[in-house]
């Protein structure tokens, strides 16, 4: 996941909001959620990835803005799907 989740270390979350759940030919696609499909997760660490530089440059006319970004995360173990 690319957004950071307000749970600490250890606790386990749940996402309600499925898309998606299947494997091979037997797949379930939701409009736009699945109903009564859960996944449960264990967060595992917290941090921020590699910084995002951004540079706008305009030839001829001594204009050069440098920029950068770095995005939260939380990373998960996924544990069940329902």
């Given amino acids: ?3 950071k989740l307000d749970a ?4 386990s979350v749940e996402f309600d909001q499925v ?4 494997e091979g030919k037997d797949v379930k696609i939701g409009t ?4 009564g499909s859960r996944v ?3 967060v595992k660490a ?8 951004i ?3 305009r030839r001829r006319k001594h204009h050069m ?3 950068g970004h770095r995005q939260d995360f939380t990373e998960v173990e996924i544990t069940g799907i329902s």
Avoid at 8 to 11: P, S, Y
Avoid at 19 to 22: C, E
Avoid at 46 to 53: A, F, I, L, W
């Fill in 40 to 42: 449960t997760a264990k």
């Fill in 65 to 67: 803005k440098r920029m």
């Fill in 8 to 11: 600490g270390e250890g606790d």
């Fill in 19 to 22: 898309l998606m759940v299947g």
């Fill in 55 to 57: 540079i706008k440059f």
């Fill in 46 to 53: 917290h941090g921020r990835n590699k910084k995002v530089e």
């Fill in 32 to 35: 736009p959620y699945l109903d």
């Fill in 1 to 3: 996941m690319y957004a």
